[in-house]
């Protein structure tokens, strides 16, 4: 296919061929996809009112649709809309056009309605509550998708591809879900329901902001809000009154870093001889509907908007073509300068080239040598010599693959070394990896240099890395931390002016990443850095910077893709004293005590050790062997005997890994095993993992537990975990579920008092995690627990908790790493009846009805069944069950034309008891 692939690796095939098709759009020749908008209630009422008599009678390319209910409809009129909206899309894309569709989504829980409902103010904390499972708002939201998601099903199932932009202009601040923080969150939490849950590989994922305009500074920064390029197709803006500026159209184009990009509403009609022109990566623009329509165009601009040779109207798309081969190259380059230079190295400029479809990008030789690659007409080449000549040239490239001839070369000479004065190697942190000798100084493992990261994710790899290097640089580069986002890496120093190196790598695909970097706040590069072929490495620098406050803050501002570090080497600056060797230990920990403790728990604290540069963490030693180490005075030891004496010490360390004495020692007793009293197990979770028999209790599966999870990472080892356990504690060992975040989970639950393990191991590095455990909203750690030597594991509990809600929430709250569980065990409280057994089966759904039907599947509607506890969902029985769903809907699919059926729906809940079956709705299919 042309230009880039779907971001769903399992997109339909029809799909596919419309993206392909949009990328080939994305010329100066190539033309511009009319669109009409069109509302809920009448889904080719603008077309028909606006559209056509301004076209000749000529359909437009792009028919635009709704699926969010604002005028107070019920349930069953949502349904029917959505319904012919559905039908509407399915007509029109086989006659040719293409169908994008919207979503206006009221406030979770409100009536379907516009004012107070899609248009709200909300605050942060309330957003955060619709985004957390087993919140109602959570649940309506996800209730709301699900009944989407039918009538995208029908779509999918007559091969019609959706450009599909939900959550559109979430910079603004008009919509509930505006300018939050965390919006990201929404739109994965969106893709993963429509793709991963109900197996939607026709949609194409529009993201879709609006322009932002001096006249409105309160609109957001949209770079903010944006989910990332692996969730994201096609990029489009929402532009009103005509502010078709060139800079918003260059400036999407790259942020998307060769998406398509689109007009995703326009109040004025575009200037067709315009977007020829000079805008022409535009593939289509969509009409508002009215007042906008008439108020913002004049009879001229409405038609020239379908008259114009560069319009495409419906009759014309022609997806399934495949494009004309393009051999023709990109114009050379022309004026490369210098912008500036330092001792290593050169930053060059140029003119930007033009091509017949679209330059993709630039690639920098030296010699022969292509030493970088950017998508922008300026690139820094780094790691020269000093006082060297170098010829520099430019070629241009595009998405054929086709080359311009090399630019005229540019003759540099860097400039002489600054003089080094006392200049010395003070520290180098080799990120997410072990100690390593780079350049001959002995560098730190990330884990031992005492600094402190916003949340970052972590890869290793096995790349070898061009230029060659030796073996400890090679590995150092394969170990790297990275991030979505800006994110910042600050650590403690002495007072002082430094020169900062840094190592990035490309481990992902050519030029895919750029970022600026800032130190004390401050941005030190001149242009981004990062961008570099597939499989090379940059050491960039010196930056300097002069620490004042004992801190060194950096910050990798990103500008596309995952900026990422892998390394970074810190120098006294020329002209400073450099900081003396630190071989002073950290004071010896005084009061060590315990603060409580447990059958089998020990929770400890002591005064704050003192430094001559900085304490960075304090080591829990059970005799000579390390049990845990934080960076707080208190820590919990686990996982004891009852009624046994432990010995205990504290010693603290500090950044250079200087160890102070040994504490003096304390000793406890852990309490007796507490009495069960009429104590009773509840329920064992194997999370991420299979039904297994743990301390002689059978456990579910956590698909079958009926828990609900914020979004987390699932694990699956092959680990022999000590202390050793039998084969099928070690099994729940191995499959475990984590988050670089706090996350929660949430079941529900009889009411009363439960008492709570959990079971959490350590399988990336010794004393990598901690977390607090929160139930019920209140802590129930007094430290933080997870901390252990690698291969190591622990049961934590128990905690005890009253649940009145009928929910049971439990939250692992990050402190450092990730948290992660493997095991849950719920019994119930000593002095509390165990929750008895269900038996009662849902009530029989009523009123099951046909909504609407086809010549091969029928869509079903019914009331809402009862049940003692809670309803889990419905299974739609037609001789065997047909399907099962957890909305009070269905659409039977795959069904024979002109064909009688008879169906029947049954409800069931968590324990498995199932009502009897409706009475049957019988309903003959359409004709072909």
Known sequence: MAGQAPVNENASKEARELLSYLNTLMSPNAGLLTGQHNWLEAPMGNIVNLAL???????????GLEVGPISGQNATTAYNQRAAVADAAKTYNQAGGIPTIMWHCTYPGMPYQWSGGVQRATTQTEFNQILTPGDPKYNW???????IA?????????????LFRPWHEMNGYWFWWGKKSNFAALWNLTYDRFVNHHGLDNILWVWNPNCMKASDPNIGDYKLYYPGHSKVDILAWDIYLGEFTQ???????????????????????????????????????????????????????????????YAITRD?????????????????????SVASKSHNSVSLTWNASTDNVGVTGYDVLRGNTVVGSTVSTSFTVTGLTPTTTYSFTVRAKDAAGNLSSASSPVSVTTDASPSQGTAVFVKGINFHGSAVTVEGHSWLAESSSGVTLSPIRRHIGNVSFSPATDSQTNTMLNSNIYSGNTFSVSQSIANGTYQIYLWTVENYKSNFRSFHVKLEGTQVTSSPIGSMPLNQWRKYGPYTVTVNDGVLNMELVRVTGDPTIAGMAIYSAGTTTPPPSDTTAPSVPANVSVASKTHNSVSLTWNASTDNVGVTGYDILQGSTVVGSTVSTSFTVTGLTPTTTYSFTIRAKDATGNLSSASSPVSVTTDAAPSQGTAVFVKGINFHGNAVTIEGHSWLAESSAGITMSPISRHIGNVSYSPAVDSQTNTMLNRNIYSGNTFSVSQSITNGTYQIYLWTVENYKSNFRSFHVKLEGTQVTSSPIGSMPLNQWCKHGPYTVTVNDGVLNMELVRV???PTIAGMAIYSAGTTT???????????????????????????????STDNTEVTGYDILQTAVAGSTVTTSFTVTGLTPSTTYSFAVRAKDKAGNLSSASLPVSVTTEAD
């Not at 014309?316 to 490369?336: F, L, Q, R």
């Open 53 to 63: 008599p301004n076209s000749g009678g000529k359909y437009p390319a792009v028919i």
């Open 141 to 147: 939201l996800i209730a709301e998708m699900d009944k």
């Open 150 to 162: 039918v009538h995208f099903k029908t779509l999918q199932d007559a091969d019609v591809p959706i």
């Open 247 to 309: 800079s918003f159209h260059d400036e999407l184009y790259a942020f998307g870093g060769g998406k398509p990009i689109a007009l995703g509403e326009v109040g004025r009609l575009p200037d067709m001889n315009v977007m020829k022109t000079s805008q022409w990566r535009y593939t289509w623009a969509m009409a508002w509907g009215e007042p906008n329509f008439s108020n913002e165009n004049t009879s001229a601009n409405k038609q020239q908007f379908y008259s114009n040779a």
């Open 316 to 336: 014309e798309v022609n997806i399934n073509s495949p494009p004309p081969t393009d051999t023709t190259a990109p114009s050379v380059p022309a004026n490369i």
């Open 816 to 818: 450092t790493g990730d």
């Open 834 to 864: 165990p929750p008895p057994a269900d038996t009662t089966a849902p009530s029989v759904p009523a009123n099951v009805s046909v909504a609407s039907k086809n010549d091969n599947s029928i869509s079903l509607t019914w009331d809402a």
